[in-house]
């Protein structure tokens, strides 16, 4: 059925209240395709989770909010598991799913807001994880020929916060479902990112479980990252830049506790949080559009701003940080 002058306050993190001009659910893979071949020559906005988006405008397309649900296991060996999970699938639901029966290898990526369907389109990452370590594959179904394809790791071309779904096949596909390979022994422990072993020390956990691992990412991320239930956000707003050696090197003598992570011999990735932190930004708000006050990453809304104030906050970061470093921050988040 289709709606008409829908409001998605409540379909994206940020809460921004803007209308759909029509708006509908589907549930089902027949559905969808009956719902193309209904409306042949419409543009699509496709709704998941709405959590990597910055609405700032009433959306003109057909919005067709997604609802695929359902995890199953669909091969396993004495090492590892193969574990298919629909796409409007909560991903921290997801995560704790394969936690629930020790299955290794998404632990750092608890707490991320989201669903299953948006991680292979933004490879989420977090703490040295990112889903092109444990991704298989993911169906989508093909707008223009109905067709149902799957893409293996390789065919996703990954990247930092980067994919084909957001490249040349932007808006070209649906995708409908992920499956991911996890380990059932012999998990791969990654504790050394960011401040998981001191988090780990504080809880008195000597020996780690990925479970352990998973409890440390929760209370870091909830210890600096609002919960959009409560406070509206996207999560990280920015891209952490990579820079060339030549220019990190170049910025360490202006500030010697630049924190870096080495990419490789020639690049470097720099905290985007601390070049907003030290340019003054964080806890920084005009009217209801704001920088978190823990996390000078993650764009807040206060209660009712509207999308472009948000946007023209971002820009005015951007631009901020281009004068004092000449670096350039990318969103990380969709903006339409």
Same mark, same amino acid.
Request: proline share 3%.
């Given at each position: 059925m289709i709606q008409e002058n829908i409001?998605?306050?409540?379909?994206?993190?940020?809460?921004?209240?803007?209308?759909?001009?029509?708006?509908?659910?589907?549930?089902a893979i027949p559905a969808l395709k009956k719902l193309?071949?209904?409306?042949?020559?419409?543009?699509?906005?496709?709704?998941?989770?709405?959590?990597?988006?910055?609405?700032?405008?009433?959306?003109?397309?057909l919005v067709i909010k997604l609802d695929f649900k359902g995890i199953k296991i669909i091969k396993e060996d004495e090492a590892f598991v193969w574990v298919?999970?629909?796409? /409007?699938? &909560?991903?921290?639901?997801?995560?704790?799913?394969?936690?629930? +029966?020790?299955?290794? $290898?998404?632990? *750092?990526?608890? !707490?991320?807001p989201g669903h299953v369907g948006t991680t292979?389109?933004?490879?989420?990452?977090?703490?040295?994880?990112?889903?092109?370590?444990?991704?298989?594959?993911?169906?989508?179904?093909?707008?223009?020929?109905?067709?149902?394809?799957?893409?293996?790791?390789?065919?996703?071309?990954?990247?930092?916060?980067?994919?084909?779904?957001k490249k040349e096949a932007k808006d070209r596909y649906i995708?409908? /479902?992920? &499956?991911?390979?996890?380990?059932?022994?012999?998990?791969?422990? +990654?504790?050394?990112? $960011?401040?998981? *072993?001191?988090? !780990?020390?504080?809880?008195?956990?000597?020996?780690?479980?990925?479970?352990?691992?998973?409890?440390a990412v929760i209370a870091i991320r909830s210890s600096k990252l609002p919960n959009p239930a409560e406070l509206g956000n996207s999560g990280s707003f920015f891209k952490n830049p990579i820079v060339s050696k030549a220019v990190f090197e170049t910025l360490l003598k202006k500030y010697p506790t630049l924190p870096y992570y080495t990419i490789d011999e020639e690049h470097i990735k720099i905290p985007a949080g601390w070049l907003i932190e030290t340019s003054g930004y964080k806890g920084y708000r005009i009217g209801d559009a704001g920088v978190h006050s823990k996390q000078a990453l993650v764009l807040v809304n206060y209660g009712n701003a509207q999308g472009i104030e948000l946007k023209k906050l971002a820009e005015t970061i951007q631009n901020e940080i281009f004068n004092i470093f000449a670096i350039h921050l990318e969103a990380e988040v969709n903006i339409f």
């Open positions: 409001s998605l306050k409540p379909y994206n993190t940020f809460g921004i209240d803007v209308q759909a001009k029509r708006f509908t659910q589907v549930d193309i071949q209904t409306f042949p020559d419409e543009p699509y906005f496709i709704l998941s989770g709405g959590s990597n988006m910055l609405l700032t405008q009433d959306i003109e397309q298919e999970s629909q796409a /409007s699938e &909560v991903w921290h639901d997801f995560v704790q799913w394969t936690l629930t +029966r020790d299955y290794g $290898g998404l632990e *750092n990526l608890s !707490l991320i292979p389109v933004q490879n989420i990452g977090a703490y040295g994880v990112e889903i092109k370590d444990t991704m298989v594959s993911c169906k989508a179904l093909n707008i223009d020929t109905l067709a149902i394809e799957e893409f293996s790791n390789a065919a996703c071309q990954f990247g930092y916060r980067e994919s084909i779904f995708i409908l /479902s992920v &499956v991911y390979r996890l380990t059932k022994k012999n998990h791969v422990l +990654r504790t050394n990112y $960011g401040v998981i *072993n001191s988090e !780990l020390e504080r809880m008195g956990v000597v020996t780690p479980t990925i479970q352990d691992i998973s409890r």
